[in-house]
């Protein structure tokens, strides 16, 4: 029988990774392409690859929470489109499963007061973490862009 996953593990796994990704990709912009040791390119072909680790996590998670929430795994090929990703993946975090045995099986297990928390605490950091990665990300960028394609 195919596993569900509650909203407090689904909330908790989710904003670990943002952040392990955030950290990876910061320290991949400053310590890495600003001093020189990799290029453009490279920077870009690690950001991709750390994405694809995320999204091969992020993929079985989602297709397990969805069906905590009685529906279809097929329904998470949703998730391609990116504009109705940022409006459902909030649902899925925050939203109930039935706490009763449903197509897909037994109820997942309850989150605890120390998890929710816990959780909650670590979508907290994420959301600023990823938001500097980002920033970070993109202004590395720049700089590479036209630092190296500028005339000596």
Same mark, same amino acid.
């Given at each position: 029988?195919?596993?569900?996953?509650?909203?407090?593990?689904y909330?908790?796994?989710?904003?670990?990774?943002?952040?392990?990704?955030? &950290?990876?990709t910061?320290?991949?912009?400053?310590?890495?392409?600003?001093?020189?040791?990799? =290029?453009?390119?490279?920077?870009?072909?690690?950001?991709?690859?750390?994405g694809?680790?995320?999204?091969?996590?992020?993929?079985?998670?989602?297709?397990? #929470?969805? #069906? =905590?929430?009685? *529906?279809p795994?097929?329904?998470?090929?949703?998730?391609?489109?990116?504009?109705?990703?940022?409006?459902?993946?909030?649902?899925?975090? *925050?939203?109930?499963?039935? #706490?009763?045995?449903? =197509?897909?099986?037994?109820?997942?297990?309850?989150?605890?007061?120390?998890?929710?928390?816990?959780?909650?605490? &670590?979508?907290?950091?994420?959301?600023?973490?990823?938001?500097?990665?980002?920033?970070?990300?993109?202004?590395?960028?720049?700089?590479? &862009?036209?630092?190296?394609?500028?005339?000596?």
């Amino acid at each position: 029988m195919k596993q569900r996953t509650g909203a407090g593990t689904y909330l908790l796994t989710m904003s670990v990774s943002v952040i392990v990704w955030s &950290a990876s990709t910061i320290l991949l912009c400053k310590k890495l392409a600003m001093t020189g040791v990799i =290029d453009l390119v490279t920077l870009n072909w690690c950001i991709t690859a750390m994405g694809m680790a995320f999204a091969a996590l992020f993929y079985p998670m989602s297709a397990s #929470r969805v #069906r =905590d929430l009685n *529906f279809p795994s097929w329904s998470i090929k949703i998730f391609s489109f990116p504009l109705i990703t940022l409006i459902i993946l909030p649902l899925l975090c *925050f939203l109930s499963g039935p #706490r009763w045995e449903n =197509d897909y099986g037994e109820q997942a297990p309850k989150s605890g007061t120390g998890k929710t928390l816990l959780a909650l605490s &670590a979508f907290g950091v994420a959301v600023p973490s990823l938001y500097y990665a980002l920033i970070i990300y993109y202004g590395t960028r720049y700089l590479l &862009a036209h630092t190296f394609s500028s005339p000596i």
